[in-house]
């Protein structure tokens, strides 16, 4: 049974800084694409990042290029989300995934909320 358990969301002021964390479990972490996603109210599930498998290749949304930062350590299990300068916009319930092929697992999501 694959687990993937975020953490690291809360609220935080425009310009702020969070790192979000989302530890596996029940899997062969290294084999897996981990991604980041978000949901903001009234909105459709999109994409934030992705990392390959071994880290070697990021993607990002145009939204957040140059603020946002994925990585992982295989070792631990576990990928992050480095998000600076944080807008407003970006206040979201965000997800962590874990894609191989047609398989796909997902958290259960951390609020980010970004507000003055």
């Known amino acids: 049974q694959v687990q993937l358990v975020e953490s690291g969301g809360g609220l935080v002021q425009p310009g702020g800084s969070l790192r979000l964390s989302c530890a596996a479990s029940?899997?062969?972490?290294?084999?897996?694409?981990m991604g980041w996603y978000r949901q903001a109210p009234g909105k459709q599930r999109e994409l934030v990042a992705t990392?390959?498998?071994?880290?070697?290749?990021?993607n990002y949304a145009d939204s957040v290029k140059g603020r946002f930062t994925i990585s992982r350590d295989n070792p631990k299990n576990t990928v992050y989300l480095q998000m600076n300068s944080l807008k407003p916009e970006d206040t979201a319930v965000y997800y962590c995934?874990?894609?191989?092929?047609?398989?796909?697992?997902w958290g259960q999501g951390t609020q980010v909320t970004v507000s003055s």
């Open positions: 995934n874990a894609a191989r092929g047609s398989l796909q697992h």
């Open positions: 029940g899997t062969i972490f290294s084999i897996y694409i």
């Open positions: 990392i390959t498998s071994s880290g070697g290749r990021t």
